[in-house]
């Protein structure tokens, strides 16, 4: 089945290590995206591509970053100058041709990965 | 960006219809009125979309005003399921980025 895969599910972090979350995607989907969210809030975006070797800054980029290598992967490095970033981080993918032709931006999320810094 | 208003909670019985109302009064007239919902610890998932007219699936209906200042997602039978956030989202014409606000807490009750 298609689908977003996330991991690791659950990662702990110590203060000033770097770590990467995995994102893989088998939809064929062009445009990918990664989230953040925080107890009781709503998603922020840190950092979206839509297409291989580009992407953009979201809202709240500082201190992440991203590589876009191959259509299926975007892996997000949370960095030690993150200064909070104990949260549920969630990917996520689109197509780019439905967003123009139809106007729908229908995003296909994974399962997220739960970081907490100790 | 478009800014929504959506109430923080609401309740409903199981298997009576649901209206979730959204203002969305700054939206300009190429925005697309999207919703997802989200499952508790769960990422969230596509509900349905619209730019004018009222829009059906087989998830739920979406009523759009006539000035498109705001919307309603309606669940004509909710479950238990369906107990989940629930987001309104305006997508600027040709944006790929979706402003998730704090969406509305739905609590159904047996």
């Known amino acids: 089945d298609g689908g977003i895969t996330q991991s690791p599910k659950y990662l702990f972090r110590k203060e000033g290590q770097n770590v990467t979350l995995s994102c893989e995607q088998n939809?064929?989907?062009?445009?990918m995206y990664w989230y953040r969210q925080d107890p009781g809030q709503g998603l922020r975006l840190i950092y979206y591509s839509q297409i291989v070797n580009d992407f953009q800054k979201g809202d709240i980029a500082e201190g992440y970053s991203v590589s876009r290598e191959k259509k299926e992967s975007f892996p997000l490095t949370v960095t030690s100058a993150q200064k909070n970033p104990t949260a549920f981080y969630l990917c996520?993918?689109?197509?780019?041709?439905?967003?123009?032709?139809?106007?729908?931006?229908?995003?296909?999320f994974g399962a997220g990965s739960r970081l907490t810094v100790l | 960006d478009a800014k929504t208003t959506q109430p923080n909670s609401m309740e409903s019985n199981e298997e009576e219809p649901v209206h979730l109302p959204c203002n969305h009064s700054t939206i300009s007239g190429t925005d697309y009125i999207h919703w997802y919902r989200q499952l508790p610890s769960q990422g969230p998932e596509y509900v349905i979309h619209?730019?004018?007219s009222n829009v059906n699936n087989r998830m739920a209906s979406l009523a759009i005003a006539e000035d498109r200042k705001s919307s309603t997602l309606i669940l004509h039978r909710a479950t238990l399921r369906d107990a989940a956030v629930y987001y309104c989202i305006p997508r600027v014409d040709s944006s790929y980025k979706l402003i998730f606000g704090s969406g509305t807490r739905l609590l159904v009750r047996p």
């Open positions: 996520a993918s689109s197509k780019t041709q439905g967003v123009v032709s139809s106007g729908a931006n229908v995003l296909t």
């Open positions: 619209g730019l004018t």
């Open positions: 939809l064929n989907h062009d445009a």
